[in-house]
RNA sequence: GCUGGUGUGGCGGAACUGGCAUACGCGCCGGUCUCAAAAACCGGUUCUCGCAAGGGAUUGUGGGUUCGAUUCCCACCACCAGCACCA
């Protein structure tokens, strides 16, 4: 007599034993059905371990990864490691520890924790960004980059984390702080390693029209993008002496041409020592040296706009009007040409400015039927603009660009706000950048044959905050002969960002460890990434990276395709509600998580991943409710109760009932699946374990089964030893997913609601079909209907068969 | 300011294509079992008037379309997120 309780815990253990002994989750290259890429996004293993908000973003992927298998795909799902980073190095001053020790403790933790999960991830497809063949192969996609011309040196005011003592992306300074530690960043001139990703600007835009991804994420990375069109427009700037220069500027309103009054430099601007006059120096140059050491996003949060005349002039190529050059920090030296005209009739940032220095307004566009602001932005039509005067203003942009490029003082040009990316860090812990410099040859690619360029031991991890990496203090690892005159040199001392090795990781679990190539011969046929699922903290700067690598390597073979992501998932946050009555994010720091560990020990597993799927809608955030665990462990016990109780005694054949049930069950699974409402789909399951469990009959085998398999993708344990109880062999999950059929999903009788002027007024239980006037004689025939109408006659009846019926009484 | 999202019971949420609003779960109330408690199981639970039968109200607010609106349209409010002097 088999055990009747519902002994989750060892039921756990001995099918988790049994799927890793069977292989079961290992990706088979050579399977004939059809392929199936499901990717998780990877996690950086830190050493606080996984809470139930980590749980929800791998549970559904798995739920979506097991249906698929059922379906009939050869499933890739794979997981590994995302290991280089900040912490690992900070933990390495702190105690010492070599981050390689300390990012091996920490894996190991937090894969027995996802272990605990049930995750379906082929283990013998695990990478690890730290690992020196794996992180070979960024840096040879760096060597092709730097042999492309993408990588490039540059000494660049560049975005400084005077904590983390390194530079940062533009991606990575968030409001003004450090992504990682949240101190305030400065601005400091330093070279710098940059990756030439805005000569993929058009592309990276262009190619997210036809992704299946949250329009949200494309919105975001459209506006990061931020493309315009406009024109650049020649003025002749003229110094104290009569010396004349060329300014160009960068403008999408070139039909406000006539209204510009006044011209603006960035501080930076390399005419600003060369225009400004003799009695204006002083004062100039204070204010651009105090406006350079702010940093960007302090110029950018002023609300007063300051700025300083440099005495001197430029003229206007359409009516050569001199007009006066100014400096302010309200425009940037890294958009556009770093220098504008301002038009501040047309302009509100112009004309703030010229508000505050009573600077001439000059209108040039009329606009919108009755409207009278000042300034005015929109479109309207062109006035006191010389020969363009009467124009509309969309059709006179154009009409100035062309007259500009016929006198060679202009052209129509696309700027986008998108900027190279800084991949240069002053960090350990980090992929080595593999180039060497050498006093004759300059920079030197360290040869591939030579890779991986290992990181070496040092001993002290501390950066050295004069802008170089604790590499730098390895004389005898820095030291090397050229690879090309042989004379004596010194490799790079800058690593990469932690960005490096997760822009192209989802290409190498196809081919984890193939040796001669970035991608093995049975790689290509996995790729794409057919599901990817994640969190919307990675919307610009993972994505946008990725598919950067990806465009790049699609442009010198490696891949065939040029969007790595077809179809793009965003799990919501798991939150709390904090003493203060607000919500907040689940986090370590915030001290408020909920530690999967216990729950599993006392609920089990499946108990947990369903909840995880219960607790709300996969897209958006959810608050946790500690007691919401028990309301779907409830449930598994009564499911395995309605399975066990019937077992080997099933009934010949279902009731039209329970058919019926069944039937719908598979139809609602199947289609709440499909559209990812698994909070849903786990709702269905318990309204069908509550029907059946109210008719008090004897289920027939194939219900049971039904049930089995299509609770299997949620709780894969509970569905396998009732699988096995039920007289099958393992696994479940060799089984096809159910079909429904209609016929079924339909009941004989259906009750009709009754409306009098649009308010419920009873129920009419009819058979399937029912005309017009049978219906209507039933309802003459019902007092408690009859007695709303009044003894009146309705004026008009709404029939909808099957559905409802609606009388109209005045 | 711009862009996107969200507003439904005490709480999380459901509602296919315009057709019974509040499924499912939590919590709460009552009951069974127990010396007792927990667990488990059974029943109830939008608000409101009413002893009841029954009535009325209700999907952020105000309008509109419709026999009928959580769903479509217009205007507004609140909250959340991202971006923000990008010329």
Redo the contacts with the bound molecule.
Sequence with gaps: MPDAAYRFGEIEKKWRDYWARERLYEADDGDPRPKYYCLDMFPYPSGSGLHVGHWRSYVLPDAWSRYMLLKGYNVLHPMGWDAFGLPAENDAIKTGTHPEVNTRRNIANFKRQLVDMSPMYDWTREIDTTDPAYYRWTQWIFLQMFKKGLAYRQLMPINWCPSCKTGLA??E???GTCERCGATVTARDLKQWMLRITAYAERLLAGLDDLDW???VK??QR??I?R?E?ARVRFTALDARGGEHPLE?????ADTLFGATYM?L?PEHPLVPVLTTPDRRTDVEAYAAAARAGA??E????????GRFTGAFAVNPVNGEKIPIWV????????????????PAH????Y??ATVFGLEIREVIAPAEGRTEIPWVGNGTMTASGAFTGMRSTDGRRAVARWLEERGVGRAEV???L?DWIFSRQRYWGEPIPIIHCPRCGEVPVPEAELPVRLPAVERYEPTGTGSSPLAAIEDWVRVPCPECGGSARRETDTMPQWAGSSWYFLRYTSPRSDDALLGPAGRAWLPVDMYVGG??H??LHLLYARFFSLFLHDIGVIDFEEPFTRLFNQGMITR?ASTG??EKMSKSKGNTVNPDALVASHGCDSLRL?EL????PE????W????I??????L??AW?WVLDSNGRWAEAPSPVVASQRHLLVKKVT??LE?F?L??V???M??F??AV??IEERPDRETVETFIILISPFAPHFAEELWERTGHAPSVFRQGWPDWDDAHTVSET????V?I?????G?LTVDAGTSEESVMEAVRRDP?IC??LDGKEPR?V?Y?QD????L?VN
């Design positions: 533009n991606e300074v968030v409001g949250p329009e949200k919105t975001m506006n990061w931020g315009s406009g500027i960068f403008t999408t309103r603006v960035a960007e996003h110029r950018t949060e002023a609300t007063q706009k300051t302010a920090d309200y425009v940037l030296m890294g958009y556009g040409t770093g220098a504008i005209m301002a038009v302009d509100v940032r112009d703030d400015f700027q986008y706000r900027r919307v903290e919307a610009i509600m607000r919500v909840y219960f607790v709300g809608p958006m955030d959810a608050v409710n500690d007691d919401g028990d309301g779907v462990h409830r449930f016990k009564r109760k289609e709440r559209a409402r909070n849903t786990v709702s269905a318990m309204e374990i509550n469990h109210s259906v009750t009709i609601p409306q002027n649009g308010r419920m007024r129920r408690a007695r709303h008009k709404v909808v559905k409802i019926l609606n109209v």
